[in-house]
């Protein structure tokens, strides 16, 4: 099965004898011989469902980059070489590193302290270095999380990412446009790199 959750969408898993209280937004519903189901919730409609025989060629057809969560540092640095592109931006880029949507982009680099307008070409081995740890932490706290942004660690961006919201570290967020997507930074955590 391939998911792509656009923006809104979130699979909840609800075992038999559990207490189904779906949204009005359940897009698919698969029901299991036990009786437990998997839904597909999607508000805005923007996810996508499908299936595959093969999940290798679908990769490859697709042009997919590595999954974020299994690429090793020394790939990840490979990726970067002789790229000028906006950071932001090409993190998200799913064909450059799958797995990394607009809320976690903002996280990692958050945690990272790299403003996203940065220029790939302008980060040292240790900016790499820190991006890289931060991405699998982010994500894998994602996971542990269950994927709810707003139930992240408050040292978390997520935690606070709203029009008004407050840096953990202290100060005023704000929001810029990169590639189209809404972007939330502490501009005194996540300095520009010129």
Do not use: W
């Amino acid at each position: 099965m391939i998911i792509h959750f656009g923006m809104t969408g979130y699979l909840k898993y609800s075992p038999k004898n559990s207490t189904k209280n779906y949204s009005n937004h359940i897009r698919l519903l698969i029901q299991f011989i036990n009786a437990d189901e998997l839904a597909f919730d999607d508000m805005r409609k923007f996810g996508k469902i499908g299936l595959t025989k093969n999940p290798d060629n679908f990769i490859r057809e697709k042009n997919l980059g590595p999954d974020a969560l299994e690429i090793n540092f020394k790939t990840f640095k490979e990726l970067f070489k002789n790229r000028k592109g906006i950071i932001k931006s090409l993190i998200m880029n799913q064909n450059f590193i799958a797995g990394i949507g607009n809320l976690y982009a903002d996280e990692i680099l958050y945690q990272s302290q790299i403003h996203p307008l940065t220029t790939a070409d302008k980060l040292k081995k240790d900016d790499l270095e820190n991006l890289f740890k931060d991405m699998k932490m982010v994500l894998n706290k994602a996971i542990e999380y269950q994927d709810s942004p707003h139930s992240m660690p408050s040292n978390f961006l997520l935690a606070h990412r709203y029009q008004g919201g407050e840096c953990p570290q202290g100060g005023a967020l704000t929001t810029l446009k990169v590639g189209g997507r809404t972007t939330y930074l502490c501009p005194n955590h996540q300095k520009r790199v010129q």
